[in-house]
């Protein structure tokens, strides 16, 4: 394997296994509910995440949306996530939002984002407040719309699952989400990096990881501070060589 000398550094950096800080208390106080939930917050998130364009279902383009549920569970507020049934032929046993493909009897993507969420996990429409649709996510071929929405107190043990298509439902606090101590990263080969949140019973990684990283960027600003990396290829000549 071979990296340039300020590659290696900046990796070093970015992937230290030294322990982080925790969440200072200054922090935690911008975590309350009554601090993520303000109208101020609120509007500040919907103008930077909400999509300047109407999104428009393209023809023979596969479409998808997920729900990001934001809920409060056992005094604090974190996001609602599921993980996939060893059953289904995609995506088994892997940690995403509720979601799923777009049907043609759906009004818009919108729409596809609550509808799986109630077939999922028996969350009706009614309990969403759906605060702002982001802008579309390539993965795979698939445009995947991102649908934020809080869904009030939650208790994951007691949804009424669909194990057909779910295995199980959990919840991971804000606090631990935006804890740097509890995040790692992901290198892949074309140089991307995506983060790794560990706070929860699952780890959240991949796309789903990305989309955290997305949401919780715009919605708790001054208190998550995690950057996503990306390295260059380097030239020939300006490498050295490292062993494995």
């Known amino acids: 394997m071979s990296l340039h000398p300020l590659t290696l550094r900046y990796l070093q950096r970015c992937f230290s296994s030294q ?3 925790g969440l200072s208390a200054v922090h935690l106080e911008l975590l309350k509910p009554e601090v993520v939930l303000s109208e101020k917050n609120r509007k500040s998130f919907v103008e930077k995440f909400k999509s300047p364009k109407t999104t428009q279902i393209q023809e023979n383009v596969s479409h998808a949306s997920v729900l990001v549920p934001l809920c409060m569970h056992q005094g604090e507020l974190g996001f609602l996530y599921t993980l996939r049934s060893t059953k289904i032929n ?9 979601g799923g493909m777009y049907d043609k009897e759906d009004r818009n993507l919108e729409e596809t984002a609550l509808r799986e969420t109630w077939e999922e996990l028996k969350i009706p429409r009614t309990k969403i407040d ?7 996510i390539d993965k795979q071929k698939i445009k995947v719309l991102p649908v934020f929405g809080y869904i009030g ?6 949804l009424n699952v669909n194990k057909e298509e ?7 606090s804000l606090r631990k989400l935006c804890d740097p101590s509890l995040c790692r990263y992901t290198q892949f080969r074309d ?3 995506l983060p790794v949140y560990l706070g929860g019973k699952y780890r ?3 796309f789903t990881g990305a989309i955290t990283h997305i949401v919780l960027n715009v919605l708790v ?4 501070n995690q950057q996503l990396v990306y390295l260059r290829n380097v030239t020939p000549e300006k490498e050295i060589s490292i062993s494995r």
């Open 90 to 98: 995609s995506n088994r046993g892997q940690v995403s939002f509720p």
């Open 166 to 172: 779910v295995g199980e439902a959990f919840f991971v």
């Open 221 to 224: 600003p001054d208190v998550y």
């Open 204 to 206: 959240v990684w991949g």
């Open 191 to 193: 140089g991307y990096s």
């Open 19 to 21: 322990p982080q800080r």
């Open 153 to 158: 107190e939650i208790n994951p043990e007691k």
């Open 130 to 136: 759906v605060w702002a649709a982001g802008n579309m």
